[in-house]
């Protein structure tokens, strides 16, 4: 992985991944694309270019004419978006999935893309749920994920593309908030804990999701690209996780700080649904044994981080 294309650079994992890795690499080694155009902004400190992820032919070419030889493919829409529109997130989400590989074995690129907890269903083992297990998701998203994952190792098995990927967590970060998906409370608790000490969730207490925050994401997405192939048994995608919580732990752990926050419930029933029908907690240890993944913030290093920063970005 020495210079790479991301599409989906300014989604909320694409705007941080790009900086770390042009500090990494080299800022001229990372071209940035998404559809939208900023008009300032990190994405702009290197090398930046529109791009529809349906548009198969422009992505060959941006990848072709930077050299590029990894693309990491970000670009999707989240769960609860999907949920709304599905024949568009399956034209959006498969549509440039297949793109990306395509550009990946006709130039003979590395490729990432990320899976999620959202690829298993109500059917899989519901705790510690291991890396292969039913995998009978009854979202869009989720069949998009699981559709994924087998097309990646596929291209892998078939035309020997370097497919790697994981199954992420909900991610919390304070740079881009996450859009339309299903744990995304976990991102929005923080925000309202500081601006106004209170927050109604849409997710009910007692729903466990995993979770991890966003540092411990961008550095599972280097090691595991960096990592030696002949330790792969498995590429697409590995269970990662930090944490395995639910609304109250948070509430817990922002009151250490901030001793009046107050957590309400106002449960949305579609995004309910879809958090019920994904584990409580997974199993990260394939990518422990396989290419030494490590989560370095709990619940409670994270949230003194998340409050420290979003204070100061929100002047708070
Ligand atoms: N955070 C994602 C979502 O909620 C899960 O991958 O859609």
Same mark, same amino acid.
């Given at each position: 992985?020495?210079?790479?294309?991301?599409?989906?650079?300014?989604?909320?994992? @694409?705007?941080? &991944?790009?900086?770390?890795?042009?500090?990494?690499?080299?800022?001229?080694?990372?071209?940035?694309?998404?559809?939208?155009?900023?008009?300032?902004?990190?994405?702009?400190?290197?090398?930046?270019?529109?791009?529809?992820?349906?548009?198969?032919?422009?992505?060959?070419?941006?990848?072709?004419? #930077?050299?590029?030889?990894?693309? =990491?493919? /970000?670009?999707?829409?989240?769960?609860?978006?999907?949920?709304?529109?599905?024949? %568009?997130?399956? $034209?959006? $989400?498969? @549509?440039?999935?297949? $793109?990306?590989?395509?550009?990946?074995?006709?130039?003979?690129?590395?490729?990432?893309?990320?899976?999620? =907890?959202?690829?298993?269903?109500?059917?899989?083992?519901?705790?510690?749920?291991?890396?292969?297990?039913?995998?009978?998701?009854?979202? /869009?998203?989720?069949?998009?994920?699981?559709?994924?994952? &087998?097309?990646?190792?596929?291209? #892998?098995?078939? %035309?020997?593309?370097?497919?790697?990927?994981?199954? %992420?967590?909900?991610?919390?970060?304070?740079?881009?908030?996450?859009?339309?998906?299903?744990?995304?409370?976990?991102?929005? =608790?923080?925000?309202?804990?500081?601006?106004?000490?209170?927050?109604?969730?849409?997710?009910?207490? @007692?729903?466990?999701?995993?979770?991890?925050? /966003?540092?411990?994401?961008?550095?599972?997405?280097?090691?595991?690209?960096?990592?030696?192939?002949?330790?792969?048994?498995?590429?697409?995608?590995? $269970?990662?996780?930090?944490?395995?919580?639910?609304?109250?732990? %948070?509430?817990?752990?922002?009151?250490?700080? =901030?001793?009046?926050?107050?957590?309400?419930?106002?449960?949305?029933?579609?995004?309910?649904?879809?958090?019920?029908?994904?584990?409580?907690?997974?199993?990260?240890?394939?990518?422990?044994?396989?290419?030494?993944?490590?989560?370095?913030?709990?619940?409670?290093?994270?949230?003194?981080?998340?409050?420290?920063?979003?204070?100061?970005?929100?002047?708070?």
């Amino acid at each position: 992985m020495k210079k790479i294309m991301v599409t989906g650079a300014l989604g909320q994992i @694409g705007s941080e &991944l790009t900086g770390k890795l042009r500090g990494l690499y080299g800022t001229d080694q990372v071209l940035a694309t998404d559809i939208r155009v900023p008009e300032s902004g990190p994405a702009l400190d290197g090398p930046f270019e529109q791009l529809d992820v349906t548009d198969g032919k422009r992505m060959h070419e941006l990848a072709k004419s #930077f050299g590029a030889d990894t693309i =990491i493919h /970000m670009a999707a829409l989240l769960s609860a978006t999907a949920e709304k529109n599905p024949l %568009f997130a399956w $034209n959006l $989400n498969m @549509g440039g999935l297949v $793109n990306a590989l395509e550009t990946a074995r006709e130039l003979d690129l590395q490729f990432f893309t990320p899976s999620s =907890i959202g690829a298993f269903g109500p059917s899989t083992p519901k705790k510690n749920t291991p890396q292969d297990t039913i995998q009978r998701p009854t979202t /869009m998203y989720g069949v998009n994920k699981v559709s994924g994952e &087998l097309l990646c190792d596929y291209y #892998f098995e078939k %035309f020997g593309v370097d497919t790697r990927g994981v199954r %992420f967590p909900g991610l919390i970060s304070y740079v881009t908030p996450p859009g339309g998906g299903t744990t995304d409370y976990a991102v929005d =608790i923080y925000y309202k804990a500081i601006e106004e000490g209170k927050y109604a969730s849409f997710i009910a207490e @007692g729903t466990y999701m995993d979770m991890m925050y /966003m540092p411990d994401a961008l550095q599972a997405i280097v090691d595991l690209m960096e990592a030696d192939p002949s330790k792969l048994t498995h590429r697409n995608a590995f $269970n990662v996780t930090a944490m395995s919580v639910e609304p109250s732990d %948070f509430e817990k752990a922002i009151r250490t700080h =901030i001793p009046d926050f107050q957590l309400n419930y106002d449960v949305d029933p579609v995004r309910q649904a879809i958090a019920e029908s994904w584990p409580d907690s997974i199993d990260p240890s394939a990518a422990i044994a396989e290419w030494g993944f490590q989560a370095k913030y709990d619940l409670d290093k994270m949230t003194a981080d998340m409050l420290e920063k979003l204070r100061e970005k929100l002047g708070k």
